[in-house]
């Protein structure tokens, strides 16, 4: 639809969209939203949960999906995994590029860097036409919590490139500890999935986080933060006239500081087949090379369809309406804060 289309014109990275909810009767920090009881039973209460180096507080329970980018690799974390499935994953991976041939002859494999029994490094060329860029696939593995994490990078295929990318995966080599999901780190460092990476120091680092709730799937909210390499303003949502034009309400257009810096909320919501759609957007600008005031966004959708019990046997659930999103937008943003600094405890 073109009015939705403008307004998220200006996002360069996609939102992470997970199908969420927000409780029938849900209260925040002790304060019930004034959603019929009945269907769900009591309020749930909220959690301080820790991404990347923000905080924020969600309703108990809360499942989410997270991409982690640090230093320029993503990580992904696999739980439940023994050594013996960890050395036959790095097996399988090593076979796969030694049998993987490569245009100008050899295979993709480069070199295996077992920089310790619970890490190591798959060194390769980024594709079968590639002699430019290598392909880096780290292995780091906690025997006692039986995690296993993969880091994904990229680096210039050159003998000077290769060397830095060993020294520097020794140095952050022990940087990297379980973390329990509700655990928040009392020391400056960067929060994965089950994991927390030790450092002050400013990287190439980005976080998006999708709160999935049961109860309401019509709702989703995307939390997302990066470092810039430069000032980035948050400004006023543009084509505001325009979205009038094209039937959208303005609920809320007005700016507001976070953490000393610029921010910008844009609330809007339109009706589409007759049901009503609510788009909240709302973003902070950042200080160049600084991990303490990143970018950072959040935004929230919802429609005012109700939402599909599983149980026939109860009553409707009434869907949630603007007054009761709105209540569930200020409790999100005004959590929003600093994994170490003012306001983290």
């Known amino acids: 639809m073109e009015m939705l289309s403008i307004l998220r014109k200006w996002e360069t990275i996609g939102i992470l969209l997970a199908a969420t909810v927000l409780v029938a009767v849900m209260a925040w920090s002790g304060f019930a939203i004034g959603i019929p009881r009945g269907t769900l039973g009591e309020p749930i209460e909220t959690e ?17 999906v997270c991409d982690y980018k640090l230093m320029g690799s993503t990580v992904q974390t696999i739980s439940g995994v023994n050594r013996s499935q960890y050395e036959q994953r790095v097996r399988s991976q090593q076979t796969k590029l030694l049998e993987t041939p490569h245009t100008q002859g050899e295979t993709l494999f480069v070199d295996r860097d077992d920089i310790s029994a619970n890490h190591v490094t798959l060194i390769s060329w980024a594709s079968a036409a590639s002699r430019r860029i290598y392909d880096y696939r780290e292995y780091q593995y906690l025997p006692e919590q039986q995690i296993l994490y993969v880091w994904l990078g990229q680096g210039t295929a050159n003998a000077a490139s290769l060397e830095s990318a060993r020294e520097a995966q020794r140095r952050w080599s022990n940087r990297l500890q379980y973390r329990d999901s509700l655990e928040i780190p009392s020391t ?53 006239d325009k979205l009038k034009r094209h039937g959208v309400q303005i609920i809320r257009n007005r700016k507001k500081n976070w953490q000393g810096s610029p921010a910008h909320e844009l609330l809007i919501k339109y009706k589409v087949d007759g049901v009503w759609h609510y788009e909240f957007e709302w973003r902070a600008s950042s200080k160049a090379h600084t991990a303490e005031q990143p970018f950072v966004s959040l935004s929230l959708h919802s429609d005012s369809r109700p939402p599909e019990d599983p149980n026939p046997s109860l009553a409707p659930r009434e869907p949630l309406g603007q007054e009761d999103l709105l209540v569930i937008w200020d409790r999100l943003v005004s959590s929003i804060r600093p994994q170490v600094g003012e306001g983290s405890a």
Do not use: W
Request: hydrophobic share 45%.
């Open 48 to 64: 301080t949960r820790c991404f990347g180096r923000l905080l924020i507080d969600v309703p108990k329970g809360a499942q989410t």
């Open 188 to 240: 400056p460092g960067f929060c994965i999935t089950c994991g927390f990476v030790a450092t002050d120091a400013v990287h190439q680092e980005e976080m998006t986080v999708g709160f999935v709730i049961p109860g309401y799937p019509k709702v989703s909210v995307a939390l997302n933060s990066f470092v810039t390499a430069y000032d980035m303003e948050a400004r006023a949502f543009e084509k505001v």
